[in-house]
């Protein structure tokens, strides 16, 4: 079912409480209900069904196309020419501010772009984009036959309109193939070549429907429905200015106030731009801006440098353009969807420059146990931490608590005026303080929607999104959470908050419940909110009679549960991930059903396997390190869906049989176990951890060396503590697993050495072993 994307829809019982008649379909939409129009007499095993099917065809927004520049084939000679006789230092001797210098930067490269790069004007075509033009000449030209016949039922146009038809049929399977070719050439250096195919086959250009609804408003224009976006989203924002609860002091930290580039700077952070990227608010590319970099430097240097020295971000590089993508839900409810901010090049160009000396300055004062945005930081750090606690405990026969906490639009909730102040005390002043305030301050953003603008409205909390300074400033803003968790262990990942802490009597239930008013208070303080609908309880136990316990967030309870997601992995009270594994293992084959079904005329193997491990493997594979199973049999299971896809290449491949053994067609097409290649990802995670490339104390300071106390005469073996448990919880924990797997493989590998190989060379010995 999972391969070819259906589910069963049908939840009506019989009178044994059964479900006997199953109703498959891809369609989510599709209800089924018990029916009360009786028209035959009932069998009680199978009761009547009324399934209601929703219109097959769905309508969606029509794109406003409008002419546009094509900086692709632009004439860069001429540009570059052109350029370098502008003496910028006169254009900008005559501003008074940075704003001002900013308008005239733009008029020129305004007037640059309207004399030498062309204008495009797309037209939309009934045909898909790997018809020539010779082939919708003939279908056109078969067409008109066809009408011809049809109205005066000559048998000379009957003629002609059969052999244009079959002449057509053979003309549209050659392109067909010649465009798989082309995708199929092209698909490593250019992935977009192969998700334009598939757009193509899907037969549409948007997923946005033509009618939309925001509470009781509706809208059917491309124009009135941006319009409701626009209002959906600027309603998150809050205009709340909180003062400074206490004075900032810097004492002991490190001051940073002053800001300055070099044009060589500038020069190499454009060479790292990115061309396939698409514009922002202001029109310009990045292909434009990389193409031009060695005369752009000198200008974008005394505008960068200027815009610091004043303490002032440009009003123009304020704006961002507002893209909505669905969620999960209803796609004609506007609340399901999710706002994506795309700025303009040259303010994130300035961002990427300005962002490595904020964080390195910041980083020291970050709390450790903070997961996201950070270097040698991860997912995979924060669960293991997390992981390895638990098992511990669970290993002592003891309960964990832990609440997960939801922040409600979290990034756009930070007031600005409480982030500056948290900003000022974490040592940033002078004019760097004064641009910060200007960097926040007054941001317009608009939503395009398929060519559609909105009005612009204004951004009066919140980071902006997108950009390189939103991440770092969202982290001080958040950071000093941890003041008001005074009892309990804690862990971030971004917004992503929870807090746990082993509970033996009921003492320990009121030390988490007053952590949570703490919480509670630094919420009402900071202007954050938690979403109590969407926070939860969960124990983490094996013990048979739990210690029960509640807790209450904002006078509202928080819902229990068995089961949760933290960071992409479901966690569940036992820590046996079978649930987990189940959603991973549907996941997986559903996209390997898409591949499957996508790939028809793929001839390489080798891009079927890059579809494979990109689409597919990945999610199998994800977090393999906190969640790796313990048996035969979960294992197993998520190896069944590699074996249908070697067997389903082995069909599609000369050189082998399908019906070959598993290990010869890994071996045939050069592949690994996903069994062996968990292995892999496990000693790999080991080594960084060990050699610094992922910073987390916490954890390397639980990994234990057997020291002799005198030299032995013999080499010493299991050199990694292996950690005693009285349960499985232990025994396979990620940190106890990865030092028994090294253990056993120092052994029986030569020149194997953790603490020599880099990580490279690492892969590469574990990967001759596995495939030998």
């Known amino acids: 079912m999972a391969l070819n994307n259906i589910t069963q829809r049908n939840p009506v019982p019989n009178e044994d409480g059964r479900v006997l008649d199953l109703v498959l379909t891809n369609c989510t939409t599709l209800e089924v209900s018990n029916s009360s129009n009786i028209i035959s007499k009932i069998d009680r095993k199978h009761p009547p069904l009324l399934i209601t099917v929703p219109e097959l065809i769905p309508h969606f927004l029509k794109p406003a196309r409008s002419p546009r520049h094509n900086f692709f084939k632009a004439n860069y000679d001429l540009i570059l020419a052109h350029l370098k006789e502008i003496n910028w230092s006169k254009q900008f001797d005559k501003c008074q501010n940075v704003n001002e210098m900013t308008a005239v930067f733009y008029c020129i490269l305004n007037d640059t772009v309207e004399r030498y790069v062309p204008i495009s004007r797309p037209k939309r075509s009934g045909f898909p984009s790997w018809f020539s033009k010779s082939l919708i000449k003939i279908i056109l030209e ?40 082309r995708v199929e050439d092209n698909i490593i250096r250019n992935p977009k070549c192969f998700w334009n195919f598939i757009k193509d086959r899907r037969g549409g250009e948007t997923t946005i429907p033509a009618e939309m609804t925001l509470d009781d408003q509706t809208a059917n224009t491309g124009t009135k429905i941006a319009e409701l976006f626009a209002k959906h989203f600027s309603s998150v924002f809050s205009n709340i200015i909180l003062p400074d609860s206490l004075e900032s002091t810097v004492h002991g930290l490190p001051y940073l106030s002053k ?74 409810d506007i609340k399901n969807y999710r706002p994506i901010s795309i700025l303009s090049c040259i303010p994130k160009l300035f961002e990427s420059l300005v962002c490595p000396i904020v964080t390195r300055h910041l980083e020291s004062q970050i709390s450790e146990y903070q997961h996201g945005f950070r270097k040698g930081r991860s997912v995979q750090t924060n669960l293991v931490s997390f992981m390895s606690y638990l098992s511990k405990e669970i290993d002592r026969r003891q309960q964990v608590d832990s609440i997960y906490m939801d922040f409600s639009s979290a990034f756009d909730k930070v007031c600005h005026s409480r982030l500056i102040h948290k900003l000022r005390g974490s040592g940033v002043g002078g004019t760097l303080l004064e641009w910060f305030k200007s960097y926040l301050a007054k941001r317009l953003q608009f939503v395009v929607l398929n060519g559609h603008i909105s009005h612009e409205y204004v951004a009066c909390s919140g980071v902006p999104q997108g950009s390189h300074l939103g991440p770092v400033l969202f982290s001080v803003f958040i950071n000093d959470i941890s003041s008001s968790v005074n009892h309990c262990k804690y862990s971030l990942f971004a917004d992503d908050f929870k807090i746990f802490k082993t509970v033996s009597s009921n003492n320990d239930v009121e030390l988490i419940q007053a952590d949570l008013d703490g919480i509670n208070m630094w919420c009402e303080l900071n202007g954050m909110i938690i979403n109590t609908n969407k926070s939860y309880h969960i124990k983490y136990t094996k013990k048979k009679v739990q210690l029960q316990s509640s807790y209450k967030l904002q006078s509202d309870t928080l819902q229990e549960v ?4 933290d960071l992409g992995v479901i966690m569940d009270t036992q820590l046996k991930f079978k649930v987990h594994m189940d959603t991973i293992v549907k996941q997986a084959a559903r996209m390997l059903g898409f591949l499957k079904r996508n790939t028809k005329g793929f001839v390489s193997p080798q891009t079927k396997i890059m579809l494979y491990n990109s689409l597919v493997r990945s999610k199998l594979e994800f977090a393999s390190v906190v969640w790796s199973p313990q048996y035969t049999a979960p294992s197993q299971r998520l190896e069944r869906l590699q074996r249908s896809f070697t067997r389903y290449l082995a069909y599609h491949t000369s050189g082998i049989s399908h019906k070959a053994t598993y290990d010869l067609r890994l071996k045939h097409f050069k592949m690994i176990s996903l069994h062996n290649r968990r292995i892999i990802l496990d000693l790999t995670f080991l080594k960084k951890l060990i050699s610094g490339q992922i910073a ?63 990580s490279t060379s690492l892969k590469k010995k574990l990967t001759a072993h596995f495939c030998s």
């Open 142 to 181: 078969k067409e008109s036959k066809r009408k011809k016949f049809m109205k005066y039922k000559n048998p000379r146009d009957r003629l002609e309109y059969e052999l244009l038809r079959e002449r057509s049929k053979k003309i549209i399977d050659a392109c067909l193939q010649n465009y798989k070719k």
């Open 259 to 332: 800001i300055k580039f070099g044009e060589q700077e500038i020069k190499r952070a454009i060479k790292k731009l990115d061309i396939f990227k698409g514009a922002g608010p202001d029109e310009i590319p990045p292909i434009f801006v990389k193409r031009c970099g060695p005369t752009l430097a000198l200008p974008l240097s005394i505008l960068f440098n200027r815009s610091l020295h004043d303490g002032v971000f440009p009003e123009l590089w304020k704006k961002a353009k507002i893209v909505p993508v669905y969620k999960k839900g209803d796609n004609k």
């Open 562 to 565: 068995k089961e949760i997601r």
């Open 696 to 758: 987390c104390s916490e954890l390397l300071d639980k990994i234990n060396f057997k020291v002799p106390y005198r030299y032995p005469r013999n080499p010493i073996t299991n050199i990694l503590v292996e950690p005693i448990g009285r349960t499985n919880a232990l025994k396979h924990s990620s940190l106890s697993r990865m030092c028994s797997e090294y253990n056993r493989f120092s052994a029986s590998i030569k020149d194997f050495d953790i603490f020599h190989d880099s």
